[in-house]
Each structure stands twice: as structure tokens, then as C-alpha cells.
Nanobody
Framework: VQLQASGGGLVQPGGSLRLSCANTGSTFGVNAMGWFRQFPGKQRELVAT???????KYADSVKGRFTVSRDNAKNTVSLQMNSLQSEDAAVYYCYAHQGPLSYYKGTYYPEGKYLEVWGQGTLVTVSS
């Protein structure tokens, strides 16, 4: 699995940005892809992920504003970010979950042995 992210940049508050990520390597065992972000001095946190069956998972802070989507035929995952706020400014990382998932109450969790694969970060700056 090799992840190549693109699409970061500078946007004004209230604006939109779209991030894209392509898996240019093996897709074997990849059951979910998505995005995490990291603020300075903080741990990486979930933004949104989508499993192979289309089930999505979002951070509460982005629900209704961000949309994660996958194109399984092209092995890509995208993040459409609308109504961006200064609090969304961070380094965004593309993510792939290589391993099994378990489903419970409409969402999914890693199960057993798995790998977390990360792409290079892409900076999103929200400023007027």
C-alpha cells in the first residue's frame, strides 16, 4: 500500500477544499481508507474514513461539513471539505486500514492484526 495525497492549500473561512489520495500500491487486505489530521503539538485524530462497503465514520466536529468518498475502481479516497473554519487548519493525512474490521451498531472497528498505512501529510490552512 502506497498512499499519495494531494489537494491541500490555503482557503478562506467558509470556503471549500477537496483532498484526494491514491493508493498506488497493493490493495490486498485494505478494508478502509480515509483521513486523519494533526494539529501542532497534538496527536493525530480521526477526520473521516470509509470502509469497502461504503460505511462511513466521521468526527463529530466535521459532520455535515465534510464528506468522505471512495472510488474502489481507481483505489482513491477523497475528502470534500465545506464551510471550513480556522479550527480545521491542520496537516491532513491519508490513511488506509490493512486488515479485518468488525461491525457493531452501524460502525466499524479494527479487529485482530492490522496495519495502519499513512500517506504524506498535506497542509490545510484556513485564513482570511
Amino acid at each position: 500500500v502506497q498512499l499519495q495525497a494531494s489537494g491541500g492549500g490555503l482557503v478562506q473561512p467558509g470556503g471549500s477544499l477537496r483532498l484526494s489520495c491514491a493508493n498506488t500500491g497493493s490493495t490486498f487486505g485494505v478494508n478502509a481508507m480515509g483521513w486523519f489530521r494533526q494539529f501542532p503539538g497534538k496527536q493525530r485524530e480521526l477526520v473521516a474514513t470509509v470502509a469497502n462497503d461504503g460505511t462511513t465514520k466521521y468526527a463529530d466536529s466535521v459532520k455535515g461539513r465534510f464528506t468522505v468518498s471512495r472510488d474502489n475502481a481507481k483505489n482513491t479516497v477523497s475528502l470534500q471539505m465545506n464551510s471550513l473554519q480556522s479550527e480545521d487548519a491542520a496537516v491532513y493525512y491519508c490513511y488506509a486500514h490493512q486488515g479485518p474490521l468488525s461491525y457493531y451498531k452501524g460502525t466499524y472497528y479494527p479487529e485482530g492484526k492490522y496495519l495502519e498505512v499513512w500517506g504524506q501529510g498535506t497542509l490545510v490552512t484556513v485564513s482570511s
